[in-house]
């Protein structure tokens, strides 16, 4: 089935609790999986404004992620330290690895990654740099107490 992108659903901002929803309220995520009905895996748009990040610096316990840089340039932040992706190159991170990962536009042009993931309901991401864990409930803090619901 041929996807309509201008009729994809799309989101922009975040949904992490403040404030460490601001370095990514301007992205954009178009969600091309979402579009054809699919179930098991995500497949995404997502448009980096500069100055703008993916999320905050995160792993999957049971997810796992590919990223493919089609336009612009991205900064990959990881344990390892940083790595500049350009159009063309592409990234992957498996599940259980405890090595957190983001992408940051530090440039002057909007990027344009291709993100596909695996979606997995019982799925928790930790976020290594900041007080935060996402669980199939919502957000917590790394003791377990859940943030508000956001308004």
Known sequence: MKIDIDKAPTWVGSGYPAPFDAPCLDRKRVRLGAAAGLSQFGVNLLHLQP?????QR???SREDEFVYVLAGEVVLVTNAGETVLRAGDCAGFPHG????HQLQNRGTEVAVV?????DDKQDVAE????????TPDGYVHRDGTPYPPRK
Request: charged letters at 20%.
């Open 127 to 134: 976020y290594p740099d900041v007080d935060l864990r996402a």
């Open 114 to 118: 291709l993100e596909v993931g695996t």
């Open 97 to 100: 690895v405890a090595d957190g």
């Open 51 to 55: 100055g703008t990040w993916s999320s």
């Open 58 to 60: 995160h792993w999957h």
